[in-house]
């Protein structure tokens, strides 16, 4: 355990260290060897329960036995209490109702880690039941001995049957959960099942292969996910919550690659990857690939949605609102609810009194005629059914065919921004000031027109990351 301990470092110096004792044996193991072995790293700790209200009067008597354990060992205790009595997946909710638990401790600066008794056992269940549920490579890693958010698994090469002997050797009592028998779990049906099946029929050795086949995924995974958070850095967009790639980007690199890239933008987006399966990669995959431009993929808490060549992964989100607000002249107008903020600089004929550098230049594309525009500008979202005829256009137009000839993607285009004046279109971002309205040499009064922080420089480096990682390999990075 001292081995397992040092090669994931998994405490620090003087550290204050929770320990999640549930009652049940390896939690109770857990502690005591934490209590001989903390003197290694001068560990404060302190001990955690939560009580799942599951089993009645049962999961009270198991908090009491693990309250009394804390005093008896002068330890600090912390209790809590969940509701789980309706959630649908008892397991899944029990499992994220102590992690959550465990996690507010952290943040609450009561601990600043979690050790928590998974055990080789728990690892070799794990992995079969993932395996089963067709995991692929980071499925097949387990659990993790230690994870970003502080939770770190010491019993990880340490059996379930040894956890039980150690107690017994010292005399030291434990609860034994009835749940634990039910074959209502999967779990359960796999651990009192199918291991022992695999282990007479087919492989005596089943625990050890399945926890070798972890810690040969975990290797894989460490290596990838550098791999990938590099290419990401160069090639994603992060945009208000989700994630934003070039289409072809996915087509342009190895399938295993692509594969992880993906997934990468999925758990970016989505916050995890659970309930996210090979088939709802492979599907984003194939949209991406196709010369269609336009495509949609549901995936469990995000969307991923294919608009002429770009990919935009994102979690469930409500329909913008329209929004419109008076355009002051000269001044700023905001948009409400959305980072958009338009300016409007009045420019007036040479000789007359202007702020510094703000002289007017026919070649400036955002300019309108000032002494053209009749009544007040509003600032306000496109709205379907808009049209108006830009400058250098010989005809009128819908915006929304303007979208599709300038390759707009869908969900950009419900909060961009119009300038109009009555029933009349002004300016709209990108396609300019209305012909009826733009100035030329002889205006005298010009009102110029920009986007604060637009430049369109974003587009152009994730454009040009994406042709940087047509060459990728993993092999070849020079950077390695």
Known sequence: MVQTIERYGMFRLHQRA???????ADSVCLLEVLRELGRRWD???????LDHGLRGEESRQDAEFVRELASSRDLPFYLARAELAAAGNLE???????FEFFRERIAAGAVEAVAVGHTRSDQAETVLFRFL????????AGIRPVTEDGIVRPLLDVTRAETEAFLRARGVAWREDASNRSARFARNRIRHGLLPQLAREWNPAIEETLVKTADWALAEEAYWKEEIASLAQACLREEGGAVL?????????????ARRLARYAIERAKGNLRAIGLD?????LEMAGAAQGHGRVQAPGVGITRSFDWIRFAPPQAP????????PVPGCASAPGAPIELQIELIEKPGTEQAPGSVYNNSDKDCV????VSGGLVFRSWRPGDRYRPHGHSNEAKIKTLFHQARIPVWERAQWPVLASGDSIVWTRQFGPAQSVAAGPASTRVLRIREAGRDGKVESQVCAAASISQEWSPAGREDK
Do not use: K, M, N, Q
């Not at 929770?18 to 049940?24: D, E, I, K, R």
């Not at 909710?93 to 102590?98: F, G």
């Not at 005629?369 to 053209?372: A, E, T």
């Open 369 to 372: 005629d000032g002494h053209l």
């Open 43 to 49: 560990l404060r700790l302190s001990v955690l329960h």
């Open 245 to 257: 790639a070039p289409a072809g980007l996915f087509a342009s690199l190895p399938l295993a690659a």
């Open 320 to 327: 913008p609102l329209a929004w419109a607000v008076p355009a």
């Open 18 to 24: 929770g320990v999640a004792v549930s009652g049940g």
């Open 133 to 140: 549920r067709g995991a692929g490579t980071a499925g097949l």
């Open 92 to 98: 899944e909710a029990a499992r994220e109702a102590r």
């Open 280 to 284: 709802h990669v492979d599907r984003a």
